[in-house]
């Protein structure tokens, strides 16, 4: 069975795609995509096979050093990610091979996410209508040709001090390759597209960080690209 054939896939994906269809109808201008809940022990507990498929908006884009408010947020999180920018449209069908051709460049990402309600194999398909808690995104202005990883380091910073240090992005994430791929075939299940120019954050190289209520910053370095950082208020 391919991971979007999953029942509550099936069910919640329809669902978020027609949500992202009226926010863009609206006016909005659509940014990419994004996945979650892909660290293999998550999605043993879930009971999938891929990580879950969610969209991102212009309006969600936060420029490195910007500040994000957290009123409102029941379960601030934060995760240092590596961001994909597409050359070219991929289409349903794609392998790791034609992810790896379509893929313009990469770049240092944090996504920002409020966990609630926490995901359990039951109410999956609330968490895909709801985008995967999705809220803003944070990219970096440097970038790096191609998807090539070889050489890359990733530095996570919190209250100014490294906290986590990786020369293998992909552990927790699996391949970005397959990833992209993934992105790809679960949209064209739906009836969309990942098209050129669309960006996909890729999944938490570390596990998610759980933003403390005195923490005001959080930094991601992916050397030799680049680092993206954001600041937080509770205003």
């Known amino acids: 069975m391919n991971a979007w054939d999953h029942p509550l896939i099936k069910k919640g994906m329809p669902l978020q795609l027609e949500k992202r269809r009226a926010r863009i ?9 994004k996945v979650g ?19 991102l908006m212009q309006r969600a884009l936060v420029l490195s050093g910007g500040t994000v408010s957290f009123a409102g947020w029941t379960t ?18 794609a392998t790791p091979e034609t992810a790896f051709a379509a893929i313009k460049e990469i770049l240092p990402a944090i996504e920002l996410a409020d966990f609630d309600p926490p995901p359990t194999p039951d109410n999956l398909d609330v968490v895909l209508e709801g985008d995967i ?33 990786t020369t293998d992005p992909e552990a927790l994430t699996g391949k970005l390759t397959d990833i992209v791929a993934h992105v790809a075939n ?21 596990p998610p960080i759980m933003i403390e209520a005195d923490e005001t910053e959080i930094g991601h370095a992916l050397d030799p690209i680049g680092e993206v950082s954001v600041n937080f208020t509770r205003d």
Not at 144 to 155: H, I
Request: glycine content about 16%; aromatic content about 6%; some cysteine.
């Open 76 to 93: 601030p999180v934060a995760e240092a990610e590596i961001c994909v920018r597409m050359a070219t449209d991929l289409r349903g069908g």
């Open 133 to 165: 808690y999705q809220r803003h995104v944070v990219l970096c202005g440097n970038t790096r040709f191609g998807g090539g990883l070889a050489g890359l380091t990733s530095r996570l910073f919190r209250r100014g001090q490294e906290v986590s240090h």
């Open 37 to 55: 809940l892909g660290a293999p022990a998550a999605m043993a507990r879930l009971g999938i096979t891929g990580p879950a498929v969610g969209y």
């Open 186 to 206: 679960t949209l064209a299940a739906f009836g969309e597209k990942l098209s050129a120019g669309d960006v996909i954050i890729t999944g938490s190289i570390t």
């Open 25 to 33: 109808a609206a006016g909005e201008r659509p940014l990419g995509w």
